[in-house]
C-alpha cells in the first residue's frame, strides 16, 4: 500500500504512448488518451518484454489464471521497495515502473502482465491498458480522484469489469461496518488533497465506501480458508487503522502446501515471500485484522 508519509522517488517515469486504437473500447476517452502520453524508461519496456515473451515456443496462455499471476509475481522477487511510486507530478498520468514496487502496484503488475498473456497480446501497449484498465475507476483517467486509493473499492471495480472475483463471501467473510475516511481525515499527507474538488471527490468517494457493504474473513479464521484460497488469488489484508479498509496487499502462492503471501513490505525492503503461512504472517501483527480475497479471471473466457 502506499505510505503517504514516505518521501517521493524522483526518478520515476511517465508510461508508454500508444495509439487510442490499441486501447478497448471502453477505454477510448479523449481525456484519457491525452493524460497517457508520455516517455516510457527503455528499461521498464525491456521488462515488460521479457515477461511477456519468457519461454519462446511455449503457450503459457494456457496456464491457469492464478498461477500465471504467481509466475509474473515470482519474476519480480528480490525488487527494491518503493515507496509512493505513483506519486508523479503534474496532471494524473499513468505511471509505469517495474524496477520498483509498492505492495499494490506489485499486485496490479502481475495482474496486467498475466492478462496480456492470456489475450495474446505480447506488448507494452496492451500492457499499459490492462495496467490503466485495473488502476482506475472503469479504467478512464480522469485526474487523481479517478485512480483506486481505497483497495476495497479496487476490488469491487475491478469485479465490475470482470477481471477479478470477490470470493470474500464464499469463504465465510463477516461485514466490516467502518467508515471510511483516512485519505480525508489526513489530507496533509496526500499533497493532491489540497485542491478542494479532488477533496470533495475523495469525502463522497468515503461516504459511498462506507455505506456500500464491505466483508473480511477475520485473521482468527483464516487458517480454516487457507486449503480453499488458490495460487494467484490477490490478498488484501484490513487494518484496525481508523478510517481505512486495507493496509496491506499480496499474491497468494502455495509452496510445499502451505499458502504463503508474495508482497512487496516496506519492511524487507524487497519483493519477498512470507517466511511463514498466510495466517502466520497476519498472527505477527497485531494491526491487520483479516483478510479480502480477489481471484483474478481469465479475460479470454
Known sequence: MNRPFRSRREFLRRAASFAASALPLFLLH?????LIQGTLLSTDE???LKRLTRGNGEDRSRLPMGDLVT?????FLGRPYGANTLEERGDEHLVVNLREFDCVTLCESSLALARAVKLHALSTQEYCAQLQLIRYR????????SRLHYFSEWIADNERKKVLRNITGELGGRRDRRALDFMSS???AYPRLASGDDLAAIVATERGLSARARYLVPKEDVEEVLGRIHNGDIIAITTSVGGLDVSHTGIAVGEQG???LLHAPDVGGQVQI????????LNAHPKQTGIMVARPLDPGT
Open 71 to 75: 509466475e509474473m509475481g515470482r519474476s
Open 258 to 260: 502451505v499458502t504463503r
Open 186 to 188: 489526513h489530507r496533509a
Open 30 to 34: 479523449d481525456r484519457t488518451a491525452a
Open 138 to 145: 472503469s479504467g478512464i483517467i480522469n485526474g487523481y480522484t
Open 46 to 48: 525491456t521488462i515488460i
Open 274 to 281: 512470507s517466511r511463514g503461512s498466510l495466517s502466520e504472517y
